[in-house]
């Protein structure tokens, strides 16, 4: 069955200091890969998207992921994180014919 | 611009009540779904609508019902909630279901707690 997994539950890291979240992916095809980003009591906003092409995509807020076929990856990166960027993190793939199926999220949290 | 639009933002339900959680969008789009979301679980799709007139369920379909009422409007129905369903609902809506350079826009969400 196609699976989304997102190993780290929690991530804590401090203000400044880089990030990289993980997502993998299990799909046969080339999947439509998304990151979205959920702010505390509020929806989930579009980060960033990959359907094809150049494996490096640039998001909003600073933030960029690199799709890796050979890995099934699609891991979320920020050079310098800063304090409003403390959020839940969830990677989502886009199957054919049904459906976004999302990972079960990572809370970051970001010490001063 | 609205985008999507839930409600309510919440609900107290009693075991056993019903009630429907409404969803309208404003993009024209043809898709349009409800995810539920538990802590550790992410988001789990109870029903999707790829056009206007069709409707699917997704991972989680028992004990929900879902009407693609027009274009705009995806209601999602508890006939008798059961604490199991306590939650945050999230309706979504995407141009269309699959293919080409779509993605899903997220309304606010519904808090729901069933005692």
């Known amino acids: 069955a196609q699976s989304v997994t997102q190993p780290d539950i929690h991530i804590t890291v401090s203000e400044g200091a880089s990030l990289e979240l993980r997502c993998n992916y299990s799909?046969?095809?080339?999947?439509?890969l998304f990151w979205y980003v959920q702010s505390p009591g509020q929806g989930l906003q579009l980060l960033l998207k990959?359907?094809?092409?150049?494996?490096l995509v640039q998001g909003i807020k600073g933030f960029e992921a690199e799709f890796k076929r050979s890995q099934s990856s699609f891991n979320l990166r920020k050079p310098s994180v800063h304090w409003s960027d403390a959020a839940e993190y969830f990677c989502?793939?886009?199957?054919?014919?049904?459906?976004?199926?999302f990972g079960a999220g990572t809370i970051l949290r970001v010490k001063s | 611009n609205a985008g999507v639009t839930q409600t309510p933002k919440f609900q107290v339900l009693k075991t056993g009540q019903s009630m429907t959680l409404q969803c309208a969008q404003d993009?024209?789009?043809?898709?349009m779904y409800w995810y539920r979301q538990d802590p550790g679980m992410g988001l789990r799709l109870i029903y999707y609508?790829?056009?206007?007139?069709?409707?699917d369920k997704g991972e989680v379909p028992n004990g929900y019902n879902v009407s693609r009422l027009n274009k705009r409007e995806f209601s999602l129905r508890l006939e008798s909630a059961a604490p199991s369903q306590t939650s945050v609902y999230f309706c979504?809506?995407?141009?269309?279901?699959?293919?080409?350079?779509?993605?899903?826009?997220f309304g606010q969400g519904t808090r729901l707690t069933v005692v």
């Open positions: 979504a809506s995407s141009p269309q279901l699959y293919g080409g350079n779509t993605e899903a826009f």
């Open positions: 799909y046969g095809a080339t999947p439509y």
């Open positions: 990959y359907f094809s092409g150049d494996t």
């Open positions: 989502a793939v886009f199957i054919y014919g049904n459906k976004l199926v």
């Open positions: 993009m024209n789009h043809n898709s």
């Open positions: 609508s790829a056009s206007e007139g069709t409707t």
